[in-house]
């Protein structure tokens, strides 16, 4: 399961970075993740509450992880056909051929995070 290596280093960033602004202990941290970006939501959610458990020093106890899914979109190159990949290279559905374009679906990334100064 790569998500706890995922969410080990997500949380190693939010964590410096927080320390930098003078924050003690996270609060919440956001993540935006595409439908065919690599990453189940529910194993991140998983690693998250794994990783607050084994390091509750760095946590609130309210402390909560927020997964925004970004719907997957891609565009065949042939014909212009926009429609719903399951995974990076799918079938277009209209000429059946694997030219499509991915447009959106792919990111994983840190929205936000919220700390508090709370020792």
Do not use: W
Not at 89 to 95: H, S, Y
């Amino acid at each position: 399961m790569h998500e706890m290596a995922l969410m080990g280093d997500i949380l190693q960033l939010v964590h410096e970075d927080a320390a930098e602004k003078g924050l003690n202990k996270i609060e919440k941290v956001e993540l935006i993740v595409g439908e065919i970006a690599n990453a189940m939501p529910d194993a991140l959610r998983m690693a998250f509450a794994i990783f607050r458990e084994q390091n509750s020093h760095l946590f609130t106890n309210q402390a909560e992880l927020v997964i925004h899914l970004e719907v997957a979109e891609a565009e065949c190159i042939l014909c212009g056909e926009k429609y719903r990949p399951n995974q990076k290279i799918a079938l277009c559905p209209n000429c059946n051929v694997p030219s499509g374009k991915v447009l959106t679906g792919e990111t994983f990334q840190v929205l936000s995070y919220e700390g508090s100064l709370e020792k």
